[in-house]
């Protein structure tokens, strides 16, 4: 059985991350995520944990890790 990734400490920045959220409107999902995440396996694992296929991807300033922010958080 393979092992489990553990993530090392760090602030939430320093993490790429999304959130998906239904549209009421459209009956669809949409997936937030950090650019450097949508990727088609990432894609393909969210919508299979959420039970989703009609969905569309945005992106949100809220979903941006430190690498794709650049140095706006710089000490």
Request: proline share 4%; hydrophobic share 30%.
């Amino acid at each position: 059985m393979p092992q489990k990734q553990r993530f090392k400490f760090g602030d939430y920045i320093d993490y790429p991350r999304g959130r998906v959220v239904w549209d009421c409107t459209n009956s669809r999902a949409i997936v937030y995520i950090d650019r450097c995440i949508d990727k088609p396996d990432v894609l393909e694992k969210i919508k299979e944990a959420f039970c989703i296929s009609d969905y569309v991807v945005e992106y949100d300033d809220h979903y941006r890790c430190r690498r794709c922010t650049g140095d706006i958080f710089a000490d």
